[in-house]
């Protein structure tokens, strides 16, 4: 059973996401003028205090952030940003932020990014 191949160049007779694509071009209009951040608004905090933790977390290492004076909403926005950024897991506990593993380093260049004026690091 052979097939017989197509001329060159001749358009295929059936294409079966024509219609598709005609429908997804209404569903995705173009882009949109992008608002500012709400974490760009604000003024950033002068000061942060980043070290490394192992007592009492059985041996692990975690990367604490002290010092960091944000309004809550704006902390929050803060914290999963850096998480994301990061690819690691983190909470906010008292106005502290705990990460997962040793990130100072990575953490001190996202917050001077940020606009963070004085960064300590320790431990």
């Known amino acids: 059973m ?22 997804m071009g209404a569903l995705r209009p173009g ?11 604000a003024r950033p905090p002068l000061r942060a205090v980043i070290k490394l933790e192992r007592k009492g977390r059985h041996g ?4 604490v952030v002290e010092q960091l004076e944000l309004e809550a909403g704006q902390a929050g926005l803060w914290l999963h940003d850096l998480k994301a ?22 953490v ?11 960064v300590s690091v320790s431990g």
Request: net charge positive.
């Open 2 to 23: 052979s097939k017989k191949p197509l001329p060159q160049g001749a358009p295929l007779a059936h294409q079966p996401f024509a219609a598709l694509s005609k429908r």
């Open 31 to 41: 882009p949109e003028p992008e608002a500012p951040s709400p974490i760009h608004l």
């Open 60 to 63: 692990k290492e975690v990367t």
């Open 85 to 106: 950024a990061l690819g690691c897991g983190g909470v906010a506990r008292d106005g502290v932020w705990i990460l997962q593993g040793d990130q100072r380093l990575r």
């Open 108 to 118: 001190r260049e996202w917050l001077v990014a940020r606009g963070v004026d004085r």
